[in-house]
C-alpha cells in the first residue's frame, strides 16, 4: 500500500508541465552556456527563415522564366504537330489510306493482282 506521503509526492509531480521542468533545468547550467545556447537557436532560426525566403524567390524567378522562354518553343512544336497532321489527312483524302500509312513514298497506290 501507499502512504498518503507517496500519494502526495505523486499529485505534485503531476502538477508540474513540461515547460515548468525545462525551465528549472535551466538552472543548473551556467549564465555562459544559457546565453550561447540561446544565440545559437535564435541565429539557427533566423537562418533558417533566410533560407526559405530566399529558396521561396529563387523558385518563382525559375519556373517563371522556364514559362516565358519554353512556351513558345511549346506552342510552336504543337503548330508543327497540327500541320503535319492536316497534310496526313489530306493525303489520305486524295490518294487514299494506303498511301498515309506509307509515308507518302510514291505517289501510285497499290498495285492487286
Not at 1 to 6: G, H
Not at 9 to 22: A, F, H, M, P, Y
Not at 56 to 80: G, K, T
Not at 87 to 109: D, E, T
Amino acid at each position: 500500500m501507499k502512504s498518503e506521503v507517496e500519494d502526495d509526492i505523486e499529485d505534485e509531480d503531476l502538477d508540474e508541465t513540461l515547460s515548468e521542468r525545462l525551465w528549472g533545468l535551466t538552472e543548473m547550467f551556467p549564465e555562459g552556456v544559457r546565453n550561447i545556447t540561446s544565440a545559437v537557436v535564435s541565429s539557427t532560426c533566423t537562418g533558417i527563415k533566410g533560407f526559405y525566403g530566399l529558396s521561396r524567390i529563387i523558385a518563382w524567378c525559375f519556373f517563371s522564366s522556364s514559362a516565358i522562354l519554353f512556351a513558345p518553343l511549346i506552342f510552336e512544336m504543337e503548330r508543327a504537330q497540327v500541320e503535319e497532321m492536316q497534310r496526313s489527312q489530306q493525303k489520305q483524302v486524295l490518294l487514299g489510306p494506303s498511301s498515309a500509312m506509307s509515308g507518302g513514298m510514291g505517289l501510285m497506290p497499290p498495285i492487286h493482282r
